[in-house]
Each structure stands twice: as C-alpha cells, then as structure tokens.
C-alpha cells in the first residue's frame, strides 16, 4: 500500500508536469508538508487523550513542515502557482493524502514514517536530477528573497530542528544563487530521509530525541526540583 500511494504521487508528478520544473516543485511541496500535519494531529489527539506526550517528536515534526513550507514559498516565489489548475490539482491531491496518512500513522507508525521517507528519497533524486540537467543556467540567476531569509538571514533553529543526523548550527548552505538554492533544497530532502530513518529505527522505544534536546531520556525534567519531577508524567 505504501509504495502504491508513492507511486500514484511519483506517476502525477512525471506524466503531467514532464516539461514543468517549477510548477511540479510546487505541487510536490505541496503535498509533501502533508504527512508531517498528519503526525502532528495524531500526536496531539493521543497527548490530548492522555495515551502519551512525545515533546521531541512534535518539535521535530514541526520543524520539518516548516522547512517544505519554505521549500514552498520558494517555488511560489519563482511562479509555479501561477496556473489554477496546479494549485487545484495540489491542494486536492494533499487533503487526500493527509487523511489516508493519519489513519496510517494510527494503524503503525513505522509505516508511515516509511512512506514519507520513501516521498523524500523520491524528491532528492527529482531535484538532483533537475540540479545535473539545468546547472548553467541556475548559476546565472539570483536566489529568491525567500531562500536568503530562511537559509542565511533568520531564525535558523527550526531548520537545525529537523536534521536528527548531525548537531545544530553544522550545516549552512551557500544561498548566492537559484543554483545554491536548489543544492540546499535537495540536500534538505536528504535530511528529511534520515530523519525518518531514525523516527522508524526509534518509533517502539518512542525516544527520538530532537537535536537541540540534551536532558536523559529517562529523567526529562532533571532542572526541576525531585519534588516536581516526581509529579510529572511525561513519556518522551
């Protein structure tokens, strides 16, 4: 089932937007923050309900739609929601996709953790691909306004946030050009992967730990005073 939801995604992508780089870029931003608004909603229904509370998981998760919605406005920014037809076809395709993956991420977690590294891995190949065929020209434009605000010039600890593989502040990408800009996005993707790699390889022990979380995954709340840290019941 898995690899079938990716495929349908893969085939839309390739056969109605083979001549389209940007606009296919947008619908597949698009649909890719999707997954991770599943996680969090589930997330928050069983914290809700009392079932757990994963604190890390849901930073993690967050940071990770924030970094596609940047991935997003860049493409919005370079024109590829232009045409209605794209923007329906990709709003469509993501509320499609948001329900299957919270009934999925209810059903096994691994699984949909799966899946979505199985989008990402599809998304860094697209963009390499894309890199490698029109690399001359990239390297004559300038990069967006966008990609220099979220890549150099902001609050860079959400995009530290979702890159579970290596500690904070140890990756800043070059933003000089469009081509910089599509090299960061791609290796963005990559990041993603491993991310959800880890959230699989993490998922029954429910310890995923967010890269800028340094308390014992035993003892979460080791600044409070043993009285409080007793009373608070807090499964990461």
């Given amino acids: 089932m898995i690899r079938l939801l990716v495929g349908v995604l893969v085939f839309v ?3 109605i937007y083979r001549d389209r780089p940007i606009p296919r870029f947008y619908v597949l ?3 890719a923050r999707v997954p991770y608004f599943s996680y969090l909603s589930v997330l928050h229904l069983y914290e809700t309900i009392g079932v757990w509370r994963r604190a890390d998981w849901l930073k993690v998760h967050f940071a990770e739609s924030w ?5 997003l406005l860049i493409m919005e920014e370079l024109g590829g929601n232009q045409q209605w037809i794209d923007r329906f076809l990709a709003r469509h395709v993501a509320l499609l996709y948001y329900w299957i993956i919270v009934g999925l991420y ?3 977690p691994r699984s949909a953790y799966r899946f979505m590294e199985l989008v990402e891995e599809e998304a860094y190949h697209t963009y390499d691909q894309f890199l490698s065929a029109n690399e001359a020209d990239l ?3 300038p990069a967006p306004q966008i990609a220099i605000g979220y890549y150099r010039d902001g609050d860079l600890y959400l995009f530290d946030e979702f890159q579970t593989s290596q500690p904070p502040e140890s990756r800043r990408p070059a933003v000089d050009t469009l081509y910089d800009v599509f090299v960061a996005i791609r290796d963005d993707e990559m990041e993603h992967v491993k991310t959800m790699v880890a959230c699989q390889a993490m998922e029954e022990q ?3 730990k967010s890269p800028h979380t340094h308390l014992p995954i035993e003892n979460p709340h080791t600044d409070l005073p043993a009285a409080q ?6 499964r990461q």
Wanted: proline letters at 0%.
């Fill in 13 to 15: 992508l390739k056969n």
């Fill in 29 to 31: 931003e698009t649909v």
């Fill in 67 to 71: 970094n596609e919605l940047h991935h």
């Fill in 106 to 108: 209810v059903v096994s």
């Fill in 139 to 141: 390297k004559n434009q």
């Fill in 206 to 208: 429910s310890s995923l």
């Fill in 229 to 234: 840290v007793e009373s608070v019941d807090v």
